[in-house]
């Protein structure tokens, strides 16, 4: 087969597009999964969701350009960052939104409570770091050639790792005892009531597992993009129109849709600039909403 | 072993429960018998920690346990069976089965309970990995008297295993019940019906408007002429 210079040219850059929405794509099915998660236990919505992205992201940042942390790498990084983010959302939990719990229409209580901790947070972030970007080395740096193609091996670890990220929260989920009593409450609170399991408990819980999710998300993602304190709400905006494009409350949804739209923003991206990847996000939402309201594998009503 | 006293029972405005007063000893079978929407269930309700506002006393083994979170009343050995089942949906029967066994006291009986359970509900076994929304009624039903049993606990609160079941289920599911009750678990089992419970009742209650209207063994409440009216209209 004999192709031209430019089908050549093409081609690669086709590849290049698809690793790069693979990537990005796999790291919004992270944070799709954290959200909905949330929403499907508690039926509430966070909106300081993409402040927590931030937060992992700044964590490391600190850790490694302000304490020069070097052992283990990476590795060494979300040992630490990890528990770390699993307190702070297990501890907000309880100081901040267990306490509206007890009071009537609660879910919505908590949206307004979790926006004011976005304002606080993006705020605090601005007066700790400043508004410049930061931005974390790349896990692994290089690129790996097989044949003529091109890939940089950030993107397969970011790839890689979020996929392993998934996998083990689908572990956690499936097998062991929090994550069944999670699913449990999920799908029959009073059921899971009857039987023993503490609701307050795993509340606190899943919302801490969301929040160690997009964490990790804005761990992986901060050596690609820039964070800088106001990200939060790009992000943000991001998670939730995979979440509902994917159906709210499903966790396969969430998963198709965010490779969907992580695709579709590289291509987008790649044809017409990169600021348009967000119009073309908000264009698939709007389509999902007029369409198919309950979105790609949501129950409906 | 249960010793209800004087309680009162609230859901929002309305007034449900009005000084009941019911005990229940151990090794027995207590039937509460009324009409629908009286207060029965919320009388089991209550014992389990699953009513907001209850006033009175309820004691359990000589501990007052009114006001106590639901997982430490199941902790402590009680069980709530509700009439509407309340199994999770998306989960396989063994799932259910488990995390039935959630609390602290029953996680070390988990394996010889699973057992035990399978062996008073065959069928179980074959459907160990369907999932429970795909059951029938009957099954679910057993379902979730199994998934009861799975708590470890010493006594039972049943609501209307019978609802919804045609005669024949009904028969297998009281006598299992009656079976249960002979393995050395107390029941307390709410029911609309006399005629069918009488038989394996040790004792009768009735709840009217949230009073209790009546105490007694089962012949006394056969022969009763004002329960005559109210269950079977004579």
Redesign the interface.
Known sequence: MNLNEDTILWLYEITDVIIAGLSTGSVYALMAVGMTLVYGVTKAFNFAYGDFFNMGGYFAWILIFGLGFQFGGYLGVLVIVMPLMFAVGYGLEKLLIAPLRKRADWENKVMMLTLGLALFLTSLYTVVFGARMKSLPPILDGILEVGQLVFSYQDIMIFVMSLGGIMLFGWLLNTTRLGMAVRAVAQNPIGAKIVGIPRERIFAATFAISTVMVGFGGILLSQKWFINPNSGGTIMVKAWVVTAFGGMGSIRGGLYAAFIIGMLEAFVGWMFGMSYGIIALFVLLLATLAFRPQGLMGKGE | MLQVSNLNAYYGESHVLRDVSVAVNQGEVVVMLGPNGHGKSTLLKSI?G?VDRTEGNITYNDRDINGL???K???LGL??I?ENR??????TVL?NL???A??KN?RAHEKENLERVFKLFPRLVDRKKQFASTMSGGEARMLAVA?GLM?NADFLCIDEPSLGLQPSLRLEIFSTIKRINAQGKTVLLVEQNIPQIAEMADRIYVMEEGRISFEGNPDEALNNEHLKEVFLGM
């Open positions: 389990c699953l979170a639901t997982e009343i199941v902790n069980i709530y509700a309340e199994l999770f949906p998306y989960m799932e488990k995390l039935g959630y609390s029953a998934r708590s």
